[in-house]
């Protein structure tokens, strides 16, 4: 999925908000900054060239379960959207952060993965 087609994506979200109750990371959080919207908003921000940090933990924040998808009367492939971003921030030197990379290493070093 390229920038053109993560605005394509971006652009078919209407921002109901059907996907929030799905999310995991929202549902242990309790923040809308982990919800599927807000991954939305990072991907179109990171695609206009203006991420910031925010975007950057909304982005790798996002579990990749698909719950958001089976949810969405639009059909918004988040995921995919979050793949591609993450691969963008990574590109752009934007991510992930030193707590995002110390929860890959725990993850990895317990055999986790």
Known sequence: MKVERVKA????????GACVPSCPTFLASGLDQFSPPARVG????????????LEVREI???TLCG???EACPEGVDVPAVVKESR??????????T?????????ILEKGLA
């Open 42 to 53: 990072a991907a179109k921000a990171l695609a206009e060239g203006r991420a910031s940090e």
């Open 67 to 69: 719950a958001c998808v």
């Open 98 to 106: 030193d707590g995002q990379m110390a929860v890959a290493s725990g």
């Open 9 to 16: 994506e971006v652009a078919k979200c209407t921002s109901c």
């Open 87 to 96: 691969k963008g921030m990574v590109e752009a030197g934007l991510g992930p």
């Open 60 to 62: 790798f924040s996002c």
